[in-house]
């Protein structure tokens, strides 16, 4: 865990050490009053995809795990109640993205079937005018 928070620190301080110098090549620097200072503000934030509840405290993943289910990552809520212990309802959010999986997998399915049938009778209508003329 020390050695995954490490990594995850050194990647913060290098993107905001990289945001603040790009910042401040954009800012020209001429001498100003202090109430005319421009401020720069920069903001960080992490989708449930990228972050990891291995080596969190069970009451830590338990919280995480309920506030990715509350946002509809219910892949990462499963895994996350795992961690916790919580295994009736790590399986519940698994039952859940595995139902959100499915259905995003029948659209797209549904969205192939109707572009192969519209690819399908434009070839047909282009081969019926091919043996007109």
């Given amino acids: 865990m020390i050695l995954r928070n490490s990594r ?3 990647i913060l301080s290098v993107a905001l050490t990289a ?3 790009v910042r401040a ?3 020209p620097v001429t001498p100003e009053s202090p109430s005319s ?4 503000t920069v903001t960080i934030s992490s989708r449930y ?8 405290p069970q009451d830590e993943a338990r919280r995480f795990a309920q506030n990715a289910q509350r946002d509809g990552a219910h892949m990462k809520a499963a895994e996350c ?3 916790a212990g919580d295994l009736v309802r790590a399986d519940r959010a698994q039952m859940r993205a595995s139902a959100d999986e499915g259905t995003a997998s029948a659209q797209r399915m549904k969205a192939g079937i109707e572009s192969t049938k519209a690819q399908a009778k434009r070839l ?8 007109r003329g």
């Fill in 8 to 10: 995850l620190a050194l």
């Fill in 81 to 83: 109640f795992r961690i």
């Fill in 37 to 40: 200072a421009t401020v720069s």
């Fill in 49 to 56: 995809d990228t972050l990891s509840c291995d080596g969190l």
């Fill in 124 to 131: 047909r209508e282009a081969f019926r005018n091919s043996n």
């Fill in 25 to 27: 090549a954009e800012v």
């Fill in 19 to 21: 945001t603040a110098s």
